[in-house]
T-cell receptor, first 111, second 114 residues
Framework: SQQGEEDPQALSIQEGENATMNCSYK?????LQWYRQNSGRGLVHLIL?????REKHSGRLRVTLDTSKKSSSLLITASRAADTASYFC???????????FGSGTRLLVRP | GAVVSQHPSWVICKSGTSVKIECRSL??????MFWYRQFPKQSLMLMAT?????????EQGVEKDKFLINHASLTLSTLTVTSAHPEDSSFYIC??????????FGPGTRLTVL
């Protein structure tokens, strides 16, 4: 079963703008991860944030985690057309290492 | 990063036949591999966890007799869809985990059952 929801389901922005995607989950977690998927392809790991971390940066990506609200956000700054993809959050709940994925956000960056 | 391959990348089969999908970790030993299914424009749904040398653990609602998983070595797990039907048509993705937090995903296999 899916762990949670992401919003928005779809996001269309102009190149150069920032894109923010949100993820909510239901149970306690060990960590939360963000992945990108280009159409019909496999997943690319973007960033992992542990339950005791609140914010993490990687290049143009910024991830926040609020365990009290059971939510996370992914910010992509200065977006590019190549950022067009679906973005998924995934939570790892326990030592089983299982990943439970959110519903995903389809991002379109218009050139 | 580590590389995970899947074979085949796509397969078309007739209803009632069985299809085997391979997942290989190319440059690391994967103690655990996972199999996911993804329907068009939907998220990934975890099907089962595959541990080398032991029986796979299936998620609720996944038929273990229909989706046979074998993790024969630390670099190979196979998923066999038995007696496939059109409703089994989907994108099947595996991931592999070594001794670190990150899971590495294969490129996926698109199965079409006619």
């Amino acid at each position: 079963s899916q762990q949670g929801e992401e919003d928005p389901q779809a996001l269309s922005i102009q190149e150069g703008e920032n894109a923010t995607m949100n993820c909510s989950y239901k149970t306690s977690i060990n960590n939360l991860q963000w992945y990108r998927q280009n159409s019909g392809r496999g997943l690319v790991h973007l960033i992992l944030i542990r339950s005791n971390e609140r914010e993490k940066h990687s290049g143009r990506l910024r991830v926040t985690l609020d365990t009290s609200k059971k939510s996370s956000s992914l910010l992509i700054t200065a977006s590019r057309a190549a950022d067009t993809a679906s973005y998924f959050c995934a939570t790892e709940r326990d030592s089983s290492y299982k990943l439970i994925f959110g519903s995903g956000t389809r991002l379109l960056v218009r050139p | 990063g580590a590389v995970v391959s899947q074979h085949p990348s796509w397969v078309i089969c007739k209803s009632g036949t069985s299809v085997k999908i391979e997942c290989r970790s190319l440059d690391f030993q994967a103690t655990t591999m996972f199999w996911y299914r993804q329907f068009p424009k939907q998220s990934l749904m975890l099907m089962a966890t595959s541990n080398e040398g032991s029986k796979a653990t299936y998620e609720q609602g996944v038929e273990k007799d229909k989706f046979l998983i074998n993790h024969a070595s630390l670099t190979l797990s196979t998923l066999t869809v038995t007696s496939a039907h059109p409703e089994d048509s989907s994108f099947y993705i595996c991931s592999a985990r070594g001794g670190h937090d990150e899971q590495f995903f294969g490129p996926g296999t698109r199965l079409t059952v006619l």
